[in-house]
């Protein structure tokens, strides 16, 4: 029996150029009845310990560094003692947003994780911001974009540190290449198809 795939949508704020947006996140934990792993921790750990549920956390994988993602990470590893992974390229980011509290792991391209007999892997895929990193679940026909990939394109690129033709390369090179029925499941809004956005991206 495979992992199934939970999301819990959280409001919050994102800070940029210093002006403040309201947005609402998507976290993703993936596991059974025993065991997950959470895919981003934003704004507030409270309800993604609610939804967790007294499961062992095996990881908190955070797929880039803007504040509207990894806000309550530290929280969240306080209240679950799993280790945070995160791509070190994006330190700087981090550093803004908890200058007092360090990543436990560097998430690098073909990390792995198994979480309930599932296979997850770490794709590197800068542009959106130079650490970003999507998750391939293949048993599960899903891949976690995080702000990398959208139902409508890729994400915004208008900000520091991000770089529009990067991201449309690791978008071509990393997500394309994936079966045209992979689920993409976002960092934000609804879920599409790596065949649908084919058409949207090219």
Same mark, same amino acid.
């Given at each position: ?36 792993? !959470? ?18 956390? !095996? *990881? ?10 990894i806000t309550a990470a530290p929280a969240l590893r306080e209240a679950t003692g799993a280790p945070i992974w995160f791509n070190s390229a ?47 679940? *293949? ?43 992979? !689920? ?19």
């Amino acid at each position: 029996m495979s992992a199934r795939i939970d999301k819990v949508v959280i409001p919050g704020v994102f800070s940029l150029d210093g002006q403040d947006f309201d947005v609402e996140n998507n976290v993703w934990l993936v596991g059974d009845d025993d065991e997950v792993l !959470v895919i981003d921790a934003p704004h507030d750990a409270a309800p993604i310990v609610e939804a967790i549920g007294g499961r062992k956390v !095996v *990881a908190i994988v955070l797929t880039h560094g803007h504040n509207d993602h990894i806000t309550a990470a530290p929280a969240l590893r306080e209240a679950t003692g799993a280790p945070i992974w995160f791509n070190s390229a994006d330190r700087m980011l981090w550093d803004m947003t908890h200058a007092d509290s360090e990543p436990d792991r560097d998430l690098q391209p073909g990390t792995r994780f198994t979480v309930a007999g599932t296979r997850i892997v770490a794709l590197h895929t800068p542009g959106h911001s130079p650490g970003s990193t999507c998750l391939h679940a *293949a048993d599960l026909n899903t891949v976690f974009t995080g702000d990398t990939l959208f139902c409508g394109g890729p994400g915004a690129t208008g900000r520091s540190f991000s770089d529009h033709p990067t991201i449309l390369n690791s978008i071509r090179s990393q997500l394309f290449s994936l079966h045209g029925d992979t !689920v993409v499941r976002t960092g934000h809004g609804d879920d599409t198809t790596i065949a649908a956005e084919l058409r949207t991206v090219g």
